[in-house]
Structure formats: structure tokens, C-alpha cells
């Protein structure tokens, strides 16, 4: 059975200039058939279905209506057409550290977003402790949420949502928050996750974490979609090389070939980047240094392959 079931989503955005101009204005322009409202279709179309332990990565340029999509799947936002049928609790990082209360402390925020999420004050006193232990912010708790750094409110709703057992766990560039520590912890927490059979989407500019957390993705340029698939490493090169090209395959044959370019530019740039580090030590070597720099230049040259010295 499927726990998240997209057919054809649309989902429209309608702006006005209602906010400029104020309510008198607003009515006698309506009075006057004068007031105009424009449509943007931020998602046209679009169709996938998770099983549950499936990880979809969703990928496209920006604006391409990835957050838009998201905010539909978590239920922020109804689809203008189409269905999505969700089994299960989600929880959602869309914005980091949005739903937040900047005057509580960071024991009452985690409190009140585990409320928000649906859960008992039991059920947070259980896992309260190991939230703030997996954050890192133990000597920070009693403190009000504004004087946490960006990066600690990150790690603290990212804890919360992880912790607190979702069924369904909605991430939008949130690994991208925090330093290189924590980005690591949190992946690897992600994979943990992921092997107790949560069902998870993330939202994400970085290709290496989606090849190396997903097995799903969801390609989509201008709220179309290019494709949904679970070859993953294929399709990533294919959107490497339409990042660098801008063209969008048509079908799988153009995908391949694409994957192919890709692999020959970057084999391309190894070779010369191997051949001016040859010739380098070359040089060492012939302006004769020191015996022990000598020594470290023959043993790299020694790694090195022929072809790089010619
Ligand atoms: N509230 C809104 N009203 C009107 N248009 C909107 C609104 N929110 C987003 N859009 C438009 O919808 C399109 C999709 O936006 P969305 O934020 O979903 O893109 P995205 O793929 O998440 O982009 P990014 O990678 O830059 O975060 C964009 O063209 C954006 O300008």
C-alpha cells in the first residue's frame, strides 16, 4: 500500500495587488470590474506514489515549485486539481525554525512543537531529554528561543522532528543548516531513520546527499515534471549535466546520453588536473630540493598513471 499518493497535483498561486492598494480601493476596483488577479500554475501535473521506507528526493532549479509541493504534501496547502492521499503522522521541516516562539525557552518551544505535531506531554517528557541531547543544546534550555544561534534552531526542530517517530518526515534543505558536524550527524541520523521504515522526502540542492540518501527522486523544472524514478544516480547525472547545459532531457535515451557527457567532462577535467600535478613534481624533482621532498614526489609520481607523465 502506498503512504503518499500524488496524481496529477496542480497547485495554483493567485496574486493580487489587494495588499497594495487597501480594502477601500479594493472594492470600488471590484465594483468597477477593475481589479485584476493574476494565476501562476507553481506545480502542473504532477504524479508519484511512496512505499513506506522509501526516501524521495525532490530535485529542479530554483522556482521550479519543489517548497510549493511540499507545503501541499504536508497539508499547509491544498491542491488547486488533483489527489493526494497521505497514511499516516507527518512531520515537517519546511521552513527551520518557523513555529517557533521567540519569547518561550527552548524546553517550552520543544514542548509546544511536539504539541503541535499531535504528540502528549508524556510522550514528550520520554523523548524530551534525547532531543536535547541529540541538538547539542543542553546547557541552553532554559534560555528564550531568540538567543539561539540560526544554526542551534535549526538543530533543535530538525531533533524534534527526527525524535519524535513520524511515519512520514518532510525536510527541506534542512541538512544543508548547521556546520559540517552536525550536517553529518544528521545524515547519518536521516539513514537510521530511514532503516526503521519512515517514509521521507527531502527537498534538496545537494546532489551527493540525494544520491546518498534517496532512493526515489522527483525531478521538476517549472513546475513540470521532468521525471520520477528510482534511478537515482542516473537521473542525478542527467540534472548535473542539464545544470551545466540547461537542456532538459525528453526521454530516457536523452538522460543516458547526458549521463555519458557528464561523465566525460569530469573525466576530462581529472586527466588534466592529474597532468599539472605530474608535471609539478616534475619540476621539483628537476630543481633538485630537498632529499625528503624528493622522496614524497617519486612515491606520488609512482601512483600516478603513465599516461598522466607523457
Ligand atoms: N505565495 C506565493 N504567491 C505567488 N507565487 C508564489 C508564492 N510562493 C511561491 N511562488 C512562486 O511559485 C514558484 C515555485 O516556488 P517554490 O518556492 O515552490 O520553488 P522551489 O522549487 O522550492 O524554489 P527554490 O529552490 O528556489 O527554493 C516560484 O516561481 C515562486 O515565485
Known amino acids: 500500500m502506498s503512504i ?42 504532477i504524479t508519484f506514489s511512496l512505499e513506506k521506507g522509501d526516501m524521495l528526493g ?13 507545503k501541499a504534501v504536508s497539508g499547509i496547502m491544498v491542491p488547486t486539481e488533483g489527489s493526494l492521499k497521505i497514511s499516516g503522522n507527518i512531520a515537517a521541516l519546511l521552513e527551520l525554525a518557523s513555529g517557533f516562539d521567540k519569547d518561550l525557552t527552548v524546553r517550552e518551544n520543544a514542548y509546544l512543537r511536539g504539541a503541535m505535531l499531535g ?13 536535547i541531547d541529540f541538538a547539542e543544546l543542553q546547557d541552553f534550555q532554559d534560555r ?10 535549526s538543530r533543535l526542530a530538525f531533533s524534534i522532528a ?16 548547521g556546520d559540517g558536524a552536525f550536517a ?14 519512515v517514509t521521507g522526502i527531502l527537498v534538496s540542492h545537494s546532489l551527493p546527499r540525494v544520491r546518498n ?3 526515489k527522486i522527483l525531478w521538476i523544472d517549472h513546475g513540470k515534471q521532468v521525471a520520477f524514478t528510482d534511478e537515482v544516480n542516473l537521473y542525478c547525472d542527467a540534472y548535473e549535466e542539464f545544470l551545466n547545459s540547461k537542456i532538459l532531457p525528453e526521454d530516457r ?58
Open 162 to 177: 527526527c525524535l519524535v517517530n513520524p511515519d512520514i518526515l518532510i525536510l527541506d534543505e534542512v541538512l544543508s543548516v
Open 58 to 70: 525532490i530535485i529542479g532549479s530554483n522556482g521550479a515549485g519543489k517548497s510549493t509541493l511540499l
Open 253 to 310: 535515451e536523452q538522460v543516458k546520453a547526458m549521463a555519458a557527457n557528464l561523465k566525460k567532462r569530469k573525466d576530462k577535467a581529472k586527466l588534466l588536473a592529474n597532468r599539472n600535478e605530474a608535471q609539478k613534481l616534475e619540476d621539483m624533482l628537476n630543481k633538485g630540493t630537498s632529499d625528503a621532498a624528493i622522496q614524497a614526489a617519486i612515491s606520488l609520481l609512482k601512483k600516478k598513471k603513465p599516461q598522466v607523465l607523457k
Open 119 to 131: 504528540y502528549t506531554r508524556n510522550f514528550m517528557n520520554e523523548k524530551y531529554e534525547s532531543i
Open 144 to 153: 528564550p528561543f531568540k538567543q539561539l544561534s540560526s544554526g542551534m534552531k
Open 184 to 197: 553529518k550527524k544528521s545524515g547519518d541520523k536521516m539513514k537510521e531513520i530511514l532503516k526503521s521504515g
Open 213 to 215: 540518501l534517496c532512493n
Open 4 to 45: 503518499i499518493e500524488a496524481k496529477d497535483v496542480s497547485i495554483r498561486y493567485l496574486t493580487g495587488d489587494f495588499k497594495d492598494i487597501g480594502l477601500k480601493e479594493y472594492v470600488v476596483r471590484k465594483l468597477r470590474g477593475n481589479y485584476h488577479v493574476t494565476e501562476f500554475w507553481a506545480d502542473r501535473h
